[in-house]
């Protein structure tokens, strides 16, 4: 007998499905450690994982973030897709449009400022404002897309999706190679490649560049037909296509040819130092390798969320119905909390009061303690996070779907 899809009764919101609430929440509290690591850790680079000094462990704590944005925005894009059964294709192209300019203006306006504390200036900017554009400036524009793209249905969206998927790596070889902090660019390199645009008063950085999570949003809008199906039909083929993109993912690799421009080879430090380099794929633009590596097995572990059960499983559930709130609320969290530890190790609070990046040599702890810091920050994120899913699990206002 035919299971329903395993959406949760005991939410209003009818359409929500526990096992991409789980995925998604396991997402959220580990991309909680990337950024308490970039605000706590004693002279931490910022990409370990390209630094030939940097330990299997740190590595690792910023390997495992990498799956984060990745199923942030594909499972946007799905929800998007289950939407669609509640709202005509006009209603929820306006719905998506409004989201998108909502999501744009939280980055500008509130999550800048809250990385910086700085709204006014950075000293070392020569006072100019910055204003980082990262994943939720990629979601908003992406949903912006999809707002137009939706309306000529989901196989479109799929294929356009697939597209820009797989194709997108063959920019590389036309595309300008640009750095985030170059400025010499005109804006539409932003598209394909990291840029800044300094302009009057404002710094701004394109951490994320759009078109390949464009495809990653149309993607997930067309894979939302999966989640149509029965239980059993949903599981198999998540697990069919998760395997398949891990395949994919090594044979791509293996042969190192298409799909990342950041190519590895044998290290004469071990086989531990190579596989290191392996897995060190691109995410700024986001390669096809890098999304294949990281989406692969977060559809694996979709497919088998609903049959895990316990505490875990209900807090990670929780944290991924409010993703949104989270994510705003652990910026100034973390900022926060990193002024007093600056404070407390003899440093002017007003040298905290910036981007991290500016940050006075000799602050921060070790790995060990920074892992502390997390575990404390989920914590008191835990009892805001749970107020907030109980009050969009029992109520239906406009407003809550901005949340």
Known sequence: MHQPPMTDSTNNRGYRLSNIDMVRGLAIVIMAIDHVRDYFMIGGSQDPMGDPNASAVLYLTRFITHFCAPVFVLFAGTSAGLMAARKTPQELGLFLFKRGLWLLFVEVAIISTAMTFAPFGITQLGGQTAIIMQVIYAIGVSM???????????RFCLIAGLAIFCCHNLLDYVWPVTRLVETKWPLWAALHSQMSVSQGPFFILFVYPILPWVGVMLLGFGLSAVFDRPATEQ?????????????????????????????WQTQARGAIYTAMDFFNTSKYGPSLQYLLMTLGPALVLTAYADRLNGWLKNTLVMFGRVPFAFYIAHWFLIH?????????QGF??????????????????????TYCVW?????????FCRWVADIKARRRDWWLSYL
């Open 235 to 263: 599981r198999v083929l998540l697990l069919r296509i998760g395997v398949a993109m891990i395949a994919a993912f090594f044979v791509l690799r293996l042969f190192d040819g298409y799909g990342d421009t950041n190519h």
């Open 375 to 383: 575990f404390g920050v989920i914590a008191l994120l835990y009892p």
């Open 144 to 154: 912006m897309v999809l707002a137009g793209a939706q309306l000529l249905g989901r």
């Open 336 to 344: 926060a909390a990193s002024v007093v530890l600056g404070t407390l």
């Open 348 to 369: 002017q609070w007003t040298q905290i009061m910036t981007s991290f990046v500016f940050y006075p040599k000799g602050y921060g702890l070790d790995l060990l303690a």
